[in-house]
Structures are given as C-alpha cells and as structure tokens.
C-alpha cells in the first residue's frame, strides 16, 4: 500500500546574490518533503548551498525577489537579475531627460521601466515564485509577501500624503 505525500513540493528558479563582489550565479530553492534546499551552480556542477528543514526559514519575497532567512544567514534570490541593470539605467535616462527639458524621452524611459517591471513580474511568475511561496508556507516556513500592486499602493500613497502636507502648509503660511 502506498501513502500520498503530504509534504507539498515545489521550485524557485532565479540567480543567487553572491556575498562580497556582488553579480549572480543561477540557483533553484526547492520545497519538498518538509524541506527546503537551496541549491546553486558552482564551478563544479550544482551544488547546495543550504538545507533546512522548512519550519527553521523565514522565506520574505517583495516584487521580484526571494529572500530566505536560515540560522542567521540570509539568501536573495532574484527571478531576473538583470531587471535591476535596467531599472538603474531607465532611471538615469528619465533624469537626463528630466535635465534636458526632454518629455518625449523621459516618456520613453518611464514606459521602458513599465515593461521592465511586467517582465521581472513574469519571470518571478514563470520560475515558480508563487508555487515555492505556497509550498514553504503550507511545509511550515514562515512566509510573507509585499508585490507590486502594495508596493504601488505605498508609493502612491505616499505621494498623496505629501501633496495633502504641502497644501496644508501652503495654506497656512499663506493665512500669516
């Protein structure tokens, strides 16, 4: 007679932040059997990084990224490094652009960090992100989300917040 696993399992696919030069190196964190593994392509071949089981990691993902938390060390994961290199580089033309008294181009570099933000959103997606969360979660990992659309909801209000403070300073020191 076989049993049913009841342990879900499931993959992240992304790049592994590598500690002191910076850069990325491919890596998979799999959920399976109560564990969780991450593993990482060293030189040599995959080799794992870190095995625990599941109830020992704090798994924090925010827009793209993974971040696991094992016995005081921390792992980041992103599904699609080279989003930041084009997020920083969208940012430096909008300014260019800003400077230059250029609307059409900052335009253009607002509309290119949109798409760069849909594609780091599909591929956090298509490496399994919200499978891996739901398995950790479901093994026992303590497991917390803030995407897009919060951190959107931050940034928004956030602005309005400051609109309303300075009108209400406007106001006032108008009133002196």
């Known amino acids: 007679m076989t049993y049913p696993n009841h342990f879900p399992h499931a993959t992240f696919s992304g790049a592994l932040g590598v500690s002191g030069g910076g850069g990325y190196v491919p890596a998979t964190a799999e959920i399976s059997d109560g564990w969780m593994t991450l593993w990482a392509l060293a030189p040599e071949g995959w080799t794992v990084v870190v095995r625990a089981p599941a109830s020992q990691v704090t798994v924090t993902s925010r827009a793209q990224s993974i971040h696991l938390a094992v016995g005081g060390a921390k792992y ?61 979660r479901r093994s026992g990992a303590r497991v917390s989300r803030l995407g897009y659309g919060a951190i959107a909801a931050i940034g928004c209000g956030s602005g309005i917040a400051v609109v309303i403070i300075v009108t209400v300073l406007t106001v006032l020191v108008v009133n002196l």
């Open 76 to 136: 980041p994961l992103l599904a699609d490094p080279g989003a930041v290199n084009r997020a920083l580089g969208y940012t430096a033309a909008g300014t260019v652009a800003s400077v230059l008294d250029r609307p059409m181009a900052g335009a253009a570099a607002d509309v290119g960090a949109l798409r760069n933000q849909i594609s780091a959103a599909s591929s956090w997606s298509a490496g399994g992100g919200p499978q891996f969360l739901d398995a950790a």
